[in-house]
């Protein structure tokens, strides 16, 4: 879809961080572009993001975590992403469906073809125009930001889970490579700041 562009990596890259920035940047050029994020975004999606995240929920069955994200997905899609496009405005999500493939379908070893199919459910042709990897290893994600967050249910799972996601992402690259732009996160976060900006230049999403 045209002008939906997602970021995804690894948890501790700084996605938020690089998100955050970029947004300033936007807001102060004049240019409309909607920031968003999953899970939630949207009223009801971020009640789902509460479930999902809680820390307390740690009996969770994992076909049922693969449907709360795929449900969020598809409030925030109705509410937040589909209203934006139609109006003619550029749209960079942090995180979508590949996530859930990974997070989901590899990490908790769901098998990526259901997760596909769940996820093809969930969003019809709404698949981004181009996804943003943010390239980092966990272990080294990890060791920067000084441990995983343990009152986050999907943080604390623990370094083998986060080194198969890793490993996940790096699988779906190879299979779309015109899909995704890969950008090593691996430096300053100025440095990877201005690789994420020439990207969307490069693309048309910014000027
Ligand atoms: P968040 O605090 O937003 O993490 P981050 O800053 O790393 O994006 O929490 C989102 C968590 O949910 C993160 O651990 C990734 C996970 N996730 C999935 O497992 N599947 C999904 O489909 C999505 C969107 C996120």
Redesign the pocket.
Known sequence: MRNFITIE?C???G??YQTRLLKQYCEERGLDVVFT???GGSDIAEQIRNI??DANNRDMDDLC?AFL?AAS?IQHLRDIVKPALEQGKAVIC????D??YV??GI?RGLGLDKIVKLNEIAVGEYMPEFTVFLDLHPEYAFRRKGGADQN?R??AVGYDFHRKVYEGYKFLIAQNPSRFEVIDASGTKEQTQAKLRSVLVRRGILK
């Open positions: 990596g948890e501790g890259v996605k938020t994020r999953e899970p999902i995240l975590e994200y997905r942090d995180r979508y469906v996530s859930s997070y989901q990490g986050d999907m943080e």
